[in-house]
């Protein structure tokens, strides 16, 4: 059984880490959906968020435990399963002319958290950000209008858990894996 | 605080000198000019000059295996650092402490094709634990600080620190090598393990019926070969060492079982599949001991000792994981494990052991590779440092050269590196001057690496050869006969004549075509104080047996038809 997991890091803010990184997930063959990176709370940290496609069950706990082995990377969580918030920002070129600019914004209307950002003759560029599947709703509907450029962040993930964790925490998979994992 | 003003290649002398370093092997060039000059005021420092890179990466590992200290070695820019890759590898995968220096070209120069520029903090990231491109003089003394810190600590690995040549040169202050690693937050080795997880291990391990243990060389690294033995002692478990857990408990000693796994011993093998708990100390499960996931020891539940967590389920799913250095688990367990007899697993072990022995297969006049191996165990008492290449002779080496002493079986097993034998052996032996080592290799593996005997001839280090040459990739033509239906596919490794190479190189060659002649060949390779090679001129229609086909199960396990053959009980073992 193969799923989409969400893993959360804190990695030193250096030259080098996305590639280590990165690396990690390539050489087990696993696509990194969507990989956001910036500052975090902390100057000489950034948080990552990682969206990774098709890991097999059998391989989570590995791969938050080689990613936890990395020496630039400070905390790992696998989020998919915990409380969190995500989001994530679309930037939408469609093709809209002077009869149906008007019908574009009626759809935006429905979105929370959408607006035109720029508008010409031809085009208007659209601005939404929200859950994934917000931005994949909004998307199918302007597709009938054509989609001439997307551009997507990626998702940005927070846990609501309360307790931050420590610098070096851990929270991969538990331990003892479900008993799909045994041989 | 003020300090002495000096060049970046001091700072690295320095550091060296601080680390407690007296013997690094490396090849110098352009980029790493400043070092080499900087090296010669710091006569504590014994810098040996290997022919090829790959051997001063080799050679650092088998002196770090053999005493357990970090391995130091350097290369130059681009073709230099990655001529290293293939000993970086070897070491990453067998978890020996390496600490690599390599040149770089200057900082204006990087990115732009210089000459000899290579990306080799990018090259080398899956082969090192950690790499560092240092971009300051002022720098090197912290990074040197962690890339030892790094390199020993947790499960061992290589650290590569590339140094651009402009800052070598670069003239700052030094204000001294730091005490202690301060800002290494991604960097937390967990060396105590959780006691509930030990809890659960020792509640598994005091139910078990038939347990058995599997030593890795997460005992030798972490020096927990007497609480090894305690636990199996208390609780009467028979031990299996993995091919690099060799030494880490007592050959000799009763609740000893050989090898297993892929060219393990049948017994041992058997024991496995029939034991209903298996305790993995200090290993990851390589897949040459487990085969076939899904028929590897089917009856038992699992106990996983590891410090590194990612060893943890990554082939083989542990009922009781237990994160840890091996000495701070075992301390943790013992208490917690009852005392046992098991009179009638242990009966059942050894019934096993009579029924499926590890036998020496002789051929009539050609020596097999098996019984040079055997004489010189007993010529040597087991006491010797033993360095192997890869392929079938490593295989009988291990079945054979049986030995209660940690760290003397040195091998490349994880990677399985052809060519690791000469310049470890190397290593090895100025590591551990006053000891025997011997270097067991084939013919093709020897000639990988053999431009290291004049290294081996300037460091006057007596390293004995034993070539067991049977001018042929061996492992190669097995898998070919065994596989392919014999046919036999670019493996004709016909060599120089190795006795003249020998007396080129300045050293004693022996060469033994017959049997008879074994014994009075390995008796004058160690009388003789120097460096000896021995041509030892195999029998090649010999087969490494038992074997389980790669990917299989015990139930596809072949023994040696030979031995089948024989009458039950006139087999010695």
Avoid at chain 1, 82 to 97: G, H, M, P, Q
Avoid at chain 1, 150 to 163: H, I, P, Q, S
Avoid at chain 2, 52 to 57: D, F, K, L, T, V
Avoid at chain 2, 430 to 436: C, L
Wanted: one cysteine or more; a negative charge.
């Amino acid at each position: 059984m193969t799923m989409r997991r969400v893993i959360s890091a804190l990695v030193h803010d250096r030259p080098g880490v996305l590639n280590r990184v990165a690396s990690m997930f390539r050489r087990r063959g696993f696509n990194i959906a969507s990989l956001t990176v910036g500052h975090s709370e902390k100057p000489e940290f950034s948080r990552m968020t990682i969206v990774v496609d098709n890991v097999p069950e059998s391989a989570l706990w590995q791969v938050t435990s080689q990613l936890w082995n990395v020496v630039d990377v400070v905390e790992v969580m696998d989020i998919t399963d915990e409380d969190y918030v995500a989001r994530e920002t679309a930037l939408i070129k469609v093709r809209a002319n002077q009869e149906n600019r008007g019908h574009i914004v009626e759809i935006l209307d429905l979105f929370r958290g959408a607006e035109v950002v720029s508008v010409s003759p031809s085009t208007v560029i659209l601005e939404i950000t929200g859950p994934t599947e917000q931005v994949e709703s909004l998307l199918a509907l302007l597709e009938p209008y054509g989609i001439l450029e997307l551009m997507r962040t990626g998702l940005v993930a927070l846990t609501k858990d309360e307790e931050v964790p420590q610098d070096g925490e851990f929270r991969g998979p538990a331990l003892v894996g479900a008993p799909s994992q045994r041989r | 605080m003020s300090g002495r003003m000096l060049a970046g290649g001091e700072f690295v002398c320095e550091s060296l000198q601080a680390e407690g370093v007296d013997l690094v092997f490396g090849v110098p060039g352009g980029a790493i000019l400043p070092l080499y000059d900087h090296i010669l005021k710091y006569p504590s420092i014994h810098h040996v000059l290997t022919r090829h890179e790959q051997g001063a990466a080799h050679a650092a590992d088998g002196y770090a295996r053999a005493t357990g200290k970090v391995g130091v070695c350097i290369a130059t820019s681009g073709p230099g650092a990655i001529n290293l890759a293939v000993g970086l590898g070897t070491s990453f995968m067998d978890s020996t402490p390496i600490v690599a220096i390599t040149g770089q070209v200057t900082r204006p120069a990087i990115g732009k094709d210089a000459f000899q520029e290579t990306d080799v903090t990018g090259v080398t990231i899956p082969v090192t634990k950690h790499n560092y491109l240092v971009l300051s003089a002022t720098d090197i003394p912290r990074v040197m600080k962690e890339a030892f810190h790094i390199a020993r600590s947790a499960r061992p690995g290589p650290v590569l620190v590339d140094l651009p040549r402009d800052v070598l040169q670069e003239i700052d202050e030094f204000t001294g090598y730091p005490e202690t690693v301060d800002d290494l937050p991604g960097f937390r080795p967990i060396t105590h393990p959780d006691p509930i997880q030990v809890e659960a291990a020792a509640e598994l391990i005091n139910s078990a019926k038939r347990p058995v243990i599997l030593a890795g060389r997460g005992v030798l690294v972490a020096q927990a070969e007497k609480e090894l033995q305690e636990l199996a002692e208390k609780a009467q478990i028979p031990v299996i060492p993995t091919l690099l857990g060799i030494g880490s408990f007592p050959g000799n000693h009763y609740l000893y079982l050989s090898l297993m796994g892929m060219h393990g011993s049948a017994f041992a093998n058997l024991v496995v599949d029939e034991c209903d708990l298996l305790v993995n100390v200090g290993s990851r499960f390589d897949d040459r001991i487990i085969g076939r996931v899904a028929d590897f020891a089917p009856n038992a539940k699992i106990v996983h000792l590891n410090i590194d967590r990612s060893a943890i389920h990554q082939n083989v799913f542990a009922d009781a994981p237990v994160i840890g250095d091996a000495k701070n688990s075992l301390k943790a367990l013992l208490p917690q494990v009852d005392k046992q007899t098991r009179t009638e697993w242990l009966s059942r072990v050894d019934d096993l052991r009579r029924e499926h022995p590890l036998v020496v297969r002789d051929f009539d006049g050609k020596p097999s590779t098996q019984y040079v191996i055997k004489r010189i165990h007993e010529l040597t008492n087991g006491k010797a440092f033993i360095v192997t290449g890869v392929g079938q002779h490593q295989m009988w080496a291990a079945q054979h050269y049986v030995t209660d002493r940690p760290n003397s079986f040195i091998t490349s097993g994880g990677l399985g590196t052809m060519g690791y034998e000469v310049p470890a052996a190397m290593g090895a032996q100025m590591g551990m001057p006053d000891e025997q080592v011997w270097s067991i290799c084939g013919d093709a593996g020897f000639q990988m690496t053999l431009q290291e005997l004049a290294t081996i001839r300037d460091e006057k280090a007596p390293v004995k050869f034993a070539i067991m040459n049977n001018f042929h990739h061996g492992m190669v033509r097995q898998w070919q006969t065994l596989f392919y239906d014999k046919r036999y596919s670019q493996i004709d490794t016909t060599g120089p004549d190795f006795v003249k190479l020998a007396e080129a190189y300045g050293m004693l060659g022996i060469r033994v075509e017959d049997v008879k002649d074994v014994d009075s060949a390995i008796k004058r390779a160690q009388d003789h104080d120097g460096p000896v090679i021995v041509d030892f001129l195999v029998e090649i229609d010999e087969l490494v047996y038992p074997m389980i086909p790669a990917g299989q199960s015990v139930n596809e396990m072949v023994e040696d038809p030979w031995t089948q053959q024989q009458p039950l009980g006139t087999v010695a073992r």
